[in-house]
């Protein structure tokens, strides 16, 4: 069973501070999504990453999927309230069908 | 713009009593899926459909069924639902196209079984 572990689990910082999440595994994914998730609705699609060390940015979201394939980084740069949510990152294999989840870092941004 | 819709977002059961989720995806796409979210527990993957009328279990089957009939409905069964399904239960689904590894999600359906 692949396996992708996420940290910190729970984060809270002030507006304007900067953040890393992180999800690792021991195994290599063809493909690693991350999603966000706000209260009460279902995960949203942010950005996939597919080569080893790729790096993408989405404003002021920065992802790197790491050069081996098992393990992957966001950025967040000047945290806003907005951003507070959960994070959640899923490793995919081709033809596989299905992804496997991390537990998610559940991020609180405070004015 | 895609959408992926599940019939209830809140929903009050009692133990014993039969439940349907039902879930629909306007995307054509051949993969669908059922999962459970709790606290501390992350997505936990009950059963998936790859095509019509096909199912495989997931990671914790037990207690559910499904059903797909047809291409666009995937529904979840609680054959006698327990207080410990109460939880968050989000449907997604993802086409077998290309790398086909995006899921779409439903906004979810937050289920209380009393």
């Known amino acids: 069973t692949q396996l992708l572990e996420q940290s910190p689990q729970f984060l809270s910082i002030q507006e304007g501070e900067n953040l890393t999440v992180y999800c690792n595994s021991s195994s290599v994914f063809s493909s690693l999504q991350w999603y966000r998730q706000e209260p009460g609705e279902g995960p949203v699609l942010l950005v996939t990453?597919?080569?080893?060390?790729e790096v993408k940015k989405l404003k002021r979201l920065t992802f790197q999927f790491g050069d081996a394939r098992k393990d992957s980084s966001l950025h967040i740069t000047a945290a806003q309230p907005g951003d507070t949510g959960l994070y959640l990152c899923a490793g995919a294999n081709t033809n596989a069908g299905k992804s496997t989840f991390g537990d998610g870092t559940t991020l609180t941004v405070k004015p | 713009d895609v959408k992926v819709t599940q019939s209830s977002r809140y929903l009050v059961k009692r133990t014993g009593e039969k439940v349907f989720l039902e879930c629909v995806q306007d995307m054509d796409h051949e993969n669908m899926f059922w999962y459970r979210q709790d606290p501390g527990l992350g997505l936990r993957l009950i059963y998936f459909s790859y095509d019509v009328k096909m199912k495989e279990k997931g990671d914790i089957p037990e207690g559910y069924s499904v059903s797909r009939e047809k291409k666009e409905r995937f529904s979840l069964i609680l054959e006698s639902a327990s207080t410990n399904q109460t939880s968050m239960y989000l449907c997604a689904s993802s086409t077998s196209q290309g790398l086909g590894e995006t899921q779409y999600f439903g906004p979810g359906t937050r289920l209380l079984v009393l």
């Open positions: 990453v597919v080569t080893g060390g």
